[in-house]
């Protein structure tokens, strides 16, 4: 398997723009999360999904940020309209309880946004 | 809520060992993890132990649990340049299928 994969790697934009950041699962999986990584605030789980339905979302800074996964295999984070202080690394990781009893989680290598 | 606590910086030199700590207040935990994340890399889980354990090795690695001071620690023996990344703390509790991480403590290994 190719591991989780995210789209894109590098993001630069400016103030006001929609971002939209892709994540494709590792096959099986039926989790998902979403987190971002600062300095400030290290690693902080976003929103996380269970069979593409979303579960939990209070990790979720701001109306701004909305997350979405139509199927198994695809998951977007969107920031609308994007602001400086959304700069930040963003992962995506998966993980499966069938298919690991301790539940290991398998990140994808992230998406660094830069809002200017 | 649950909360996991580690320190930010480790410096060692090369062929000395490395401890990083990890402190943790969830006491119905189950699993506790050491994930390293390697320079513009994605977490990665290095290793994990069950919390009816006290101590589990695999080859560098040692990973103590003190499960009534809620303190457990990785030693890396023989540190080398390329063990150089962050180390994050995990806990899961019993009640929760998410894992709760801390901030990461940066390992620098200078020769």
């Known amino acids: 398997d190719a591991g989780v994969i995210q789209s894109p790697r590098h993001e630069v934009t400016e103030m006001g723009q929609e971002v939209t950041l892709r994540c494709k699962p590792i096959?099986?999986?039926?989790?998902l999360f979403w987190y971002r990584q600062t300095m400030m605030r290290g690693l902080e789980l976003l929103i996380y999904?269970?069979?593409?339905?979303?579960?939990?979302d209070s990790g979720m800074p701001e109306d701004r940020f909305s997350a979405k996964m139509p199927n198994a295999s695809f998951s977007t984070l969107k920031i609308q309209p994007s602001e400086p202080r959304d700069s930040a690394v963003y992962f995506c990781?998966?993980?499966?309880?069938?298919?690991?009893?301790?539940?290991?989680?398998?990140f994808g290598p992230g998406t660094r946004l830069t809002v200017l | 809520g649950e909360d996991v606590e580690q320190s930010l910086f480790l410096s060692v030199r090369e062929g000395d060992s490395s401890v990083i700590n990890c402190t943790y207040t969830?006491?119905?935990?189950?699993?506790l993890y050491w994930y390293k994340q390697e320079p513009g890399a994605g977490l990665q889980l290095l290793t994990y132990?069950?919390?009816?354990?006290d101590m589990k090795q695999d080859q560098r690695l040692t990973v103590l649990l003190n499960k009534k001071d809620k303190h457990l620690s990785l030693r890396i023996a023989d540190t080398q340049t390329g063990d150089s990344a962050i180390y994050f703390c995990?806990?899961?509790?019993?009640?929760?299928?998410?894992?709760?991480f801390g901030r990461g403590t940066s390992l620098i290994v200078h020769p």
């Open positions: 990781a998966s993980s499966s309880l069938a298919m690991s009893s301790y539940n290991e989680q398998f």
């Open positions: 096959s099986g999986h039926d989790y």
């Open positions: 999904f269970n069979n593409n339905v979303p579960i939990d």
């Open positions: 969830d006491s119905s935990s189950t699993y």
């Open positions: 132990i069950f919390s009816n354990m």
């Open positions: 995990a806990e899961k509790g019993g009640g929760s299928y998410i894992p709760t």
